[in-house]
């Protein structure tokens, strides 16, 4: 059995950052990730980066094929400057699968051969996966993708369904309709963007609809299977047909994988690894950071977690997780989409005293001088 100072699970922001920090610092540390295609996390390979970056290229003068191929280029310089960067600290990298044989020893398992390492300090750092709802043929179509599949199709769809409104769904129809797409989003939900302000969800909704992208709202369905090549989308009231159908119907703790029934490791409601105020488990000295510990799904917050456990770990543990306030984000649809703290109907029901100010785009100089009038600021200040 090799023991270490530091275990982590996942090449994510977190996991990554933590590892070559405290390599340099001197501790002998692990950092074991299953994919080769993962080393930088999902912000790098999978999300954020090459997103994007096709929605850069999707505005130039080139082909699809041009466009995934620039894409595909970038990610794999990053993805080999990440590796280089962690196994420059001198972290030892096992590209293999792991899970717990108990609180603290880990079994990792790469082709026949396996292996069991040990630590005080293990971090699990696995992310997050695509929620594949139970509807009859979402799993067993072809031509049905998720938001990693669809970014790299061989040719662009003439029509692409998109199963889901929130920001996955609506970032990849955008970028799929400036590629030349027909493109259709079909929504359980009753209302578009209902964590939104309303009248920014409205615009939002105007503009993407003045694009060409057709969004419908309280759609049920019930099975999806194929005509051929095609995708056949069957809801209560409809069946729609599609080239391509993305299924963004959110993401969920990647934790299957990890065998946590051999430990003490406690879960959430919702499947995610509970933590305190320091991301620690309910087993001293095991850390949970990134999508799996069930916070916000956003690669800064990842890099937050890790300030949060470097502090606990080479600190004075005085950074925790109640310090993390009004927390932005932002979607990218055109006009980009960004949002943080309250909104008006939230500081309602708090009965907190606010003032509200809301100003269109067109009446800011930046408009102008972009050539872009769309848009408007809105703020609610606490009074």
């Not at 540390?29 to 996390?41: C, D, F, P, Q, T």
Request: glycine share 10%.
């Amino acid at each position: 059995m090799l023991t270490y100072d530091l275990i982590v699970i996942g090449f994510g922001k977190a996991g990554k950052t933590l590892a070559g920090k405290l390599a340099s610092a001197g501790k002998k540390v692990a950092l074991i990730e299953r994919s080769k295609a993962m080393y930088g996390g999902t912000c790098i390979n999978i999300g954020c980066i090459p997103t994007k970056t096709l929605l850069v290229a999707a505005e130039k003068d080139l082909s699809f094929e041009e466009v995934i191929a620039t894409k595909n280029t970038i990610i794999s310089r990053l993805n080999g400057k990440n590796y280089a960067t962690v196994a420059g600290t001198g972290v030892d990298i096992f590209d293999a699968e792991a899970h717990f044989l108990s609180n603290k020893v880990i079994e990792i398992q790469a082709g026949d051969e396996k292996q069991e390492l040990t630590a005080e300090t293990i971090v699990i750092n696995t992310g997050a996966v695509s929620n594949v709802l139970p509807i009859p043929g979402l799993a067993t179509s072809k031509n049905v993708f998720d938001s990693t599949g669809i970014q790299n199709l061989d040719k662009l769809p003439e029509k692409l369904g998109v199963l889901g409104g929130g920001n996955i769904g609506l970032e990849f129809a955008g970028l799929y309709n400036k590629l030349g797409s027909k493109v259709t989003v079909l929504d359980a939900l009753d209302t578009f963007l209902p964590r939104a302000e309303p009248s920014i969800a409205a615009l939002a909704k105007q503009y993407m609809e003045e694009d060409g992208i057709e969004l419908l709202q309280n759609i049920r369905t019930t099975e999806i299977k194929n005509d051929g090549d095609q995708v056949l989308v069957v809801t209560e009231n409809e069946t729609y047909r599609f080239d391509a159908l993305l299924y963004a119907t959110g993401r969920k703790p990647n934790v299957e994988p990890l065998q946590l029934e051999n430990t003490d490791i406690e879960l959430t409601e919702r499947g995610a690894i509970k933590v305190d105020k320091h991301c620690q488990t309910n087993v001293p000295g095991v850390f949970a950071v990134g999508d799996v510990n069930g916070g916000p799904q956003f690669t800064y917050i990842s890099l937050d977690d890790f300030r949060v456990v470097y502090s606990y770990l080479a600190g004075d543990g005085s950074y925790t997780l109640e310090d993390r306030l009004n927390v932005p984000n932002t979607m990218f649809i055109t006009p980009a989409l960004s949002q943080v703290g309250l909104t008006e109907s939230q500081a309602a029901d708090l009965k907190l005293p606010y003032a509200v100010k809301e100003i269109l785009v067109a009446a800011m100089p930046r408009g102008h001088v972009n050539g872009d009038l769309r848009g408007a600021f809105k703020a609610v200040v606490n009074t």
